[in-house]
């Protein structure tokens, strides 16, 4: 059959394209469970540490075990880690993603290290080793009247456990001093302290975490076991500051005292005070409402008319609205209550002279550079800021299926609707959407037809709320040639349901009330430490920390503190040999 | 006695200016005295989006030597004597996952079902339909003796090479983005987790500074330290990896064996092994790199809206005579017969870019217009609107120019056994939908190139009558892509007795090779 329709593109939508939220007629709101599998009792105390003490509802779902594995460190890790170790100012960029998006939540524990990213890391130590020359005295710190032969032997140990994140064995140390010396290398001291460093960046023990237990562990050990100190040691320190463990967490892996609940406490307490991890537990939050895939999209050029010439460069403008939101959950993380409410309930917004031309606010700041926060009562946290929109929305047009997909998966953390399938080809659809000009008829038109309404009824709701905001983020009152009317009528299964909201204040609002925003955060967060997505709403593990989360102040620092703690982070299960 | 390398050069130099029109001859009698046999290649190159048949087939109801290529197939014809088009193939997709969807008329399930012949493992995400075998390439490298894989007795010192021009796609998912899998992880229950793509290198440098640029040679003291600087580092590598090897459950074991394979090519790169310059075997020049933006990743199926991989366009809005994406997918094609000559592969994948793409076109390109602003390749394709099918013609006539001048320069190239590196290449020309508008996958654009000492049959259109499978144009009487892998293995000293499911393959295809 043949569809003869004229597809618009620029300011309209992109026509047939707009299928992705057309749904199967399986689609009828019901929750889909994940299938519990080995079942562990939640809410258990062990060994390494409180949480989860609280009793979880009767019908909850247990969380899929984790299973005994080694994780490969993302670019961005390993860039972190190197530039610890080696006390680098900035990290060392590789010229390759190892197979993962750029801008994922976390790392996929299936990547591997393959030949491009192998040579990647190749290039990048050869960098490093002539940015580094002329510190290998301080890095190997040799003791006085100490001898090179001693001194490197010193260094591969010290060097090669902070590398490795746990201890060497005699033979790794011995085949490290191997490389320090090879025959026919002819090197010098530094020159073998350097190929030590660098043959310890390549390797599959820096590149790779270790979640195996105990080192006892014969490697295909069946049943549940619980990570070994180094390795909780890697697990909160690549939780809190996205690198290696420093030398306290080390100290404490090995003297036993990560190992116990206070132990386990008191680092976590002295973690949660550096400036390093405030920075990335604000940028874990940025990468949770995904800010940063604004980068990816393309805007219609015509909403920057109202801007001087220069400064209507989209890589400008990007820049500007990553370091407006950065300054926005800094100010509420860091500088304000620090509670995850205030991360939807505040209304300013960061702006530069550049960001408030455009957005049309009064700029304040002494030179154009200057981000200064304006409070705009139209507003309401992260699901307003200029970047998030943006990152949410089309060219031309706001995507009310992208917005609503968004907030219903990852700030609501309702269980994700079933994929539409092949239902996105049928040519009908195609054509019947195709004829709808605006973004609101096609919602309209999925809440009201099946097989569409089952899923969309529950999605797009929570993008209408936020319909006076365009696509770059700004604040309109008239979309497409008429009033935008923002109103949202939630219906069950919808956590917010039943109601009818008008505006993101008032939807920011029943988010903070019914806790929706903070449960989904410990969803979020448990997600993250463990690197598996949690997509079950009702996963039993996660609601023993959302009802100990309830206890607390609300701080984003006190997340991130309980689910450090919960003990099911740190069990993993052996497999089939 | 004068050695046969002086007497070569007096006689040469005897022979003044003649000489220069002489070498070619003379080193293709040489290498013709000296027996040199040189070594059969492999390569796919997948270009999206199918194409539009009236402008593709030449118009012949039986097989023939005697075709005109029309307008999107004719930029070909100057290949037309080493090449075979088939007309009557379809994609035949399959799954494991009983009642699931098995990828069929999507360019999602048609790279899968296209490159690897064998049943999903079932679909992840929205129609990310999960490679549930080897593709075709990894098949014959790993089988066949001929191909420098394992089971060669002379070993290339990379395998293979899997690179793309660009490879966004909708929601990034991997199935319309990857071309090359080794075998699914038989151990992880999850199908995500099971598969196993060989992502594409978008950067010619990339590839140029992994595959060409070499460590320095043992001629000089600072080449021979940093050899053996080199070899301890790999050492230590391996150890610590055969270390790790003890103390993981099997299930892991394949992230470690990935990266020993990429050990080994580390070890080619920074030694500098295999690459033997001669009159064959040039370095090629250090390309530049190719900065990659986002400006084409929007539209509705991404994740919240595009890509999140960059890519290069063929669209510059700074410069309308700049085409990055022309540019950069040459290079790769460079570097792949490069790589060939040069014997550091004799396998490789090229992708244009993904089915479900997002490189950006200017609205009016070459006569085609699809409206006054630049648009991305995908988003628009599906529909019939003359405008707009027109447009996307010029776009898959433009990939016929690229790639047969491409191929023209492989059979322009001289292999080291005097003969044109062609000769020794089988090329498949592939895409993963015939129709764009609504994917049908029947009597999908097929194209197999190859010299005279590859068997493959040129000069042919190969017209399928004998299959029972359904025909675009009516009847049954198409056989599945499958049987193209079947009649090509044996070239490579492989013989597949089958390839996936019953319905996906029927036997050898007839006709294409000798």
Redesign the interface.
């Known amino acids: 059959?043949?569809?003869?329709?004229?597809?618009r593109?620029?300011r309209a939508?992109?026509?047939?394209?707009?299928?992705?939220s057309s749904l199967s007629a399986a689609c009828t709101g019901s929750v889909e469970r994940n299938t519990p599998s080995a079942r562990q009792s939640p809410g258990t105390v062990g060994p390494a540490g409180g949480g989860g003490t609280s009793t979880t509802s009767d019908d909850c779902t247990p969380l899929d075990a984790v299973?005994?594995?080694?994780w490969?460190l993302s670019v961005d890790q390993f860039g972190n880690a190197v530039r610890d170790l080696l006390g680098l100012a900035q990290p060392p960029a590789l010229?390759?993603?190892g197979?993962t998006?750029?801008?994922?939540f976390f790392s996929d524990?299936?990547a591997?290290?393959?030949?491009?990213?192998?040579?990647?890391i190749?290039?990048a130590t050869k960098s490093i080793l002539t940015q580094i020359a002329p510190r290998i005295p301080a890095l190997a710190a040799c003791t006085s009247g100490e001898q090179p032969q001693a001194c490197a032997q010193r260094f591969a140990q010290s060097f090669g456990e902070k590398a490795f994140r746990r201890p060497l064995d005699a033979?790794?140390v011995t085949?490290?001093m191997?490389?320090y010396s090879?025959?026919?290398?002819?090197?010098d001291f530094n020159?073998g302290i350097g190929?030590m460093i660098?043959?310890t960046l390549?390797?599959?023990?820096f590149?790779?975490r270790?979640e195996?237990g105990p080192?006892t562990l014969a490697?295909?050990?069946t049943g549940t076991t619980t990570l070994n100190p180094y390795e909780v040691a890697t697990q909160l320190s690549f939780l809190f500051t996205n690198s290696t463990p420093d030398s306290p967490l080390l100290t404490a892996a090995a003297d036993g005292t990560l190992a116990t609940s206070d132990g386990l406490e008191k680092q976590i307490d002295r973690l949660l005070k550096l400036d390093a991890v405030k920075q990335n537990i604000s940028s874990i939050t940025l990468d949770w409402f995904?800010v940063r895939?604004l980068?990816?999209?393309?805007k219609d050029p015509s909403f920057f008319m109202g801007l001087p010439t220069a400064d209507r460069d989209p890589s400008l403008l990007e820049s500007d609205l990553l370091t407006s939101t950065q300054r926005f959950i800094d100010d509420v993380l860091w500088n304000g209550s620090g509670k995850i409410s205030d991360l939807v309930l505040s209304q300013r917004v960061f702006v530069n002279q550049r960001l408030a031309t455009l957005y049309g606010y009064q700029f304040t700041g002494q030179s154009p550079d200057q981000f200064v926060s304006v409070e705009d009562n139209r507003r309401a946290g992260m699901l307003t800021q200029p970047a998030f929109i943006w990152?949410?929305?089309?060219?031309g047009v706001t995507?009310i299926?992208?917005r609503g997909k968004?907030i219903h998966d990852d700030v609501v953390c309702q269980d994700p609707v079933p994929?539409?399938?092949?239902l996105?080809?049928d040519?009908a659809i195609?054509a019947k959407l195709a004829m709808l000009p605006t973004e609101l008829d096609k919602s309209h038109y999925r809440m009201s037809t099946q097989p569409c309404v089952g899923c969309h009824a529950q999605m797009d709701p929570y993008a209408l709320v936020l319909q006076n905001f365009d696509p770059i983020g700004g604040y309109r009152t008239v979309a497409d040639g008429v009033p935008v009317d923002p109103t949202g009528a939630f219906s069950a299964p919808s956590p917010v349901a039943p109601a009818t909201l008008t505006g993101p204040a008032q939807f920011a609002q029943a988010l903070v009330s019914k806790s929706l925003l903070s449960n989904c955060a410990v969803q979020k967060i448990s997600s993250y430490i463990i690197g598996r997505m949690i997509r079950d709403s009702s996963t039993c593990e996660v609601e023993a920390i959302q009802k100990s989360f309830a206890q607390t102040d609300g701080t984003m620092t006190s997340l991130f503190r309980a689910v450090a703690l919960a003990q099911f982070t740190r069990q993993r299960a052996?497999?089939?040999? | 006695m004068t050695s046969y390398k002086v007497a070569r050069r007096s006689f040469l130099a005897g022979l003044g200016g003649s000489a220069a029109l002489l070498v070619p001859l003379l080193r293709n009698i040489e290498a013709r005295a000296a027996g040199v046999k040189a070594p059969l290649r492999f390569l796919v190159i997948h270009h999206p989006l199918g194409t539009q048949m009236d402008k593709w087939r030449p118009s012949a109801s039986a097989t023939t030597q005697s075709f005109t290529l029309p307008v999107n197939s004719a930029p070909f014809a100057p290949l037309q004597q080493k090449m075979v088009m088939i007309d009557g193939l379809n994609i035949v997709a399959a799954t494991r996952v009983a009642g699931g969807p098995d990828g069929s008329n999507t360019h999602e399930g048609g790279m899968v079902a296209l490159m690897t012949g064998q049943p999903t493992l079932g679909q992840v995400g929205q129609q990310d339909h999960v490679a549930g075998g080897a593709s075709i390439d990894q098949m014959l490298l790993a089988q066949s003796p001929v191909l420098g894989g394992p089971t060669s007795s002379g070993k290339t010192p990379f395998g293979s090479l899997q690179l793309a021009a660009d490879i966004r796609s909708d929601r990034d998912e991997v199935a319309p983005r990857v071309l090359s899998y080794l075998d699914p992880d038989p151990k992880q229950s999850s199908i995500a987790l099971a598969r196993h793509p060989l992502y594409a290198e978008t950067q010619p440098l990339n590839v140029y500074n992994r595959i060409f640029a070499g460590a320095a040679g043992t001629d000089t003291e600072a080449g021979t330290r940093l050899l053996a600087q080199n070899k301890s580092i790999l050492d230590f590598m391996r150890s610590d990896l055969a270390r790790m090897r003890k103390l993981v459950p099997n299930s892991e074991l394949v992230k470690l064996d990935a990266q020993a394979a990429a050990i080994q090519q580390l070890e080619a790169s920074i030694q500098g092994t295999g690459m033997v310059p001669s009159s064959t075997c040039t370095k090629p020049a250090q390309p530049l790199s190719f900065a990659q933006s986002g400006m084409g990743a929007n539209g509705d199926l991404a994740p919240g809206g595009g890509s999140k991989l960059s890519g290069v366009d063929y669209y510059d809005p700074k410069d309308p005579n700049n085409h990055p994406h022309q540019v950069l997918g040459r290079l790769q094609l460079s570097m792949i017969k490069a790589a060939f000559a040069c014997d550091l592969v004799r396998v490789s994948t090229f992708m244009w870019s993904a089915g479900t793409n997002w490189v950006v076109f200017p609205g009016s390109f070459n006569g085609g217009t699809i409206g006054s602003s630049p648009s991305p390749h995908h988003p628009p394709s599906h529909t019939t609107d003359p405008a707009t099918v027109g447009w996307l013609s010029q776009i898959d006539t433009f990939y016929s120019n690229q790639n047969s001048q491409a191929l023209q320069e492989f059979d322009a190239a001289m292999d080291m056994d005097g003969n044109s590196l062609l000769d020794n290449t089988v090329v498949v020309y592939v895409t993963e939908v015939a129709r764009a508008y609504d994917h049908d996958q029947r009597n999908m654009p097929f194209l197999v190139f190859g010299g005279k000492n590859t068997g493959i049959k040129g000069g042919t259109f190969l017209k399928v009558t004998d299959g029972h499978l359904q025909n675009i144009d009516g009847g049954s009487s198409n056989r599945p892509t499958n049987d193209v892998w079947l009649a090509l293995a044996p070239i490579f000293g492989v013989n597949l007795a089958s390839l996936g499911a019953a319905k996906q393959f029927t036997g050898p295809l007839p006709g294409l090779v000798g």
Do not use: C, W
């Open positions: 059959m043949s569809v003869k329709t004229k597809t593109i620029g939508s992109l026509g047939v394209l707009v299928i992705a299973p005994r594995r080694i490969r010229n390759n993603n197979g998006a750029e801008y994922a524990d299936s591997v290290v393959d030949a491009q990213l192998q040579f990647s190749y290039q033979d790794e085949a490290l191997q490389v090879a025959e026919g290398a002819n090197t020159t190929l660098q043959a390549l390797s599959p023990s590149l790779h270790t195996l080192t490697a295909n050990a995904n895939q980068f990816s999209k393309a990152s949410m929305s089309d060219p995507s299926v992208k968004f994929s539409p399938g092949n996105l080809n040519p195609q052996g497999g089939t040999p």
